[in-house]
């Protein structure tokens, strides 16, 4: 089975923190994605890459980077946090690109900035 | 930019009911996958339906697809208290795979 792990179920950071969000995959998958989730709004795309070093804007990148120096790792990095960016987080890879490959999720990490 | 919608947001029924839920989407796709997510915890794939089929079953599930409406919809017959969850129907956009706000399915007992 595919395992996708999130270092961090929840963590609190204060407003300007720097904060780094890891997620690891021990399949050997090309594509790793992290989207975030709120009541109402459902998931929304904030970057993906399919391969190392590759990265690619989602549909709401503002105010976040990603680094993907291995294939396995994909981290999420809010640069300076801000409360709009309280929220669920959720890492996801698959195996090849586009179109015929389902994600694996994981369980996501709960990020409140105060 | 949100590409499929899922209809009902909500949706209660009864242990050993069917629940059907849809899916519209608004640009041509190559397939639509389904997901399930129980509370607080990840998305689990469930189907996966290409442009060219037009149902798909998988085991309790069946997945209809009318590329002609750009529609979808995904039955769960005989349901359990397990099913309790929240589905979210995806499409491939260009390189993305972009989700809806998904529907909340309650299961009484």
């Known amino acids: 089975d595919v395992k996708v792990t999130q270092s961090s179920r929840y963590l609190v950071k204060r407003t300007g923190e720097k904060v780094f969000l890891e997620c690891v995959q021990d399949m050997d998958h090309e594509n790793m994605f992290w989207y975030r989730q709120d009541p109402g709004l459902g998931l929304r795309l904030i970057y993906f890459s399919y391969d190392v070093k590759m990265k690619e804007k989602g549909d709401i990148p503002e105010g976040y980077s990603v680094s993907r120096e291995k294939k396995e790792r994909f981290s999420l990095i809010l640069e300076s946090a801000s409360t709009n960016q309280t929220s669920m987080y959720l890492c996801a890879s698959s195996s090849r690109t586009g179109y015929n490959s389902p994600l694996h999720f994981g369980n996501g990490t709960r990020l409140t900035v105060t | 930019s949100q590409q499929g919608e899922e209809d009902p947001q909500a949706l209660s029924i009864q242990e050993g009911e069917n629940a059907t839920m849809n899916c519209s989407y608004k640009t041509s796709i190559n397939n639509l996958q389904w997901y399930r997510q129980n509370s607080g915890r990840g998305l689990v794939h469930l189907i996966l339906?290409?442009?060219?089929?037009r149902e798909k079953h998988s085991g309790r599930l069946r997945v209809t697809l009318d590329t002609s409406k750009k529609s979808s919809s995904l039955l769960i017959t005989a349901s359990r208290a397990a099913d309790t969850a929240s589905y979210f129907c995806a499409t491939d956009a260009r390189d993305k795979i972009i989700f809806g706000k998904g529907t909340r399915l309650h299961i009484l007992p």
């Open positions: 339906i290409r442009s060219n089929e």
